[in-house]
């Protein structure tokens, strides 16, 4: 099982960025796939959620409404759509799997809102 994202940066305050997760090794259609997120000094936690069929979709409440997950299953990737962008959100964002009670992570992609 593999998890890769891309798509983190630099962005001003009220900007916006996509991030990817590529996925590979596993049955993805089938899948929950999850964005976390860890800032520094914090604990990571649990950001959006999609289910395989691709709704309904759930969101934590610092991100409901600026945020959106989505997901391609024919490219076995998901998405985060992240708008609005408060200097708060900045972060090591990951993709999560849970998939024959084994839990992956990929490697996370850094994004940091700032002037």
């Known amino acids: 099982v593999q998890l890769v994202e891309s798509g983190g940066g630099l962005v001003q305050p009220g900007g916006s960025l996509r991030l990817s997760c590529a996925a590979s090794?596993?049955?993805?259609?089938?899948?929950?796939m999850n964005w976390y997120r860890q800032a520094p000094g914090k604990a990571r936690e649990w950001v959006a959620s999609i289910p395989g069929a691709g709704n309904p979709t759930n969101y934590a409440d610092s991100v409901k409404g600026r945020f959106a997950i989505s997901r391609d299953n024919d490219k076995n990737t998901v998405y985060l759509q992240m708008n609005s962008l408060k200097p708060e959100d900045t972060a090591v964002y990951y993709c999560y799997a849970f998939w024959r009670w084994t839990s992956y992570w990929g490697q996370g992609t850094q994004v940091t809102v700032s002037s």
């Open positions: 090794g596993f049955t993805f259609s089938s899948t929950d």
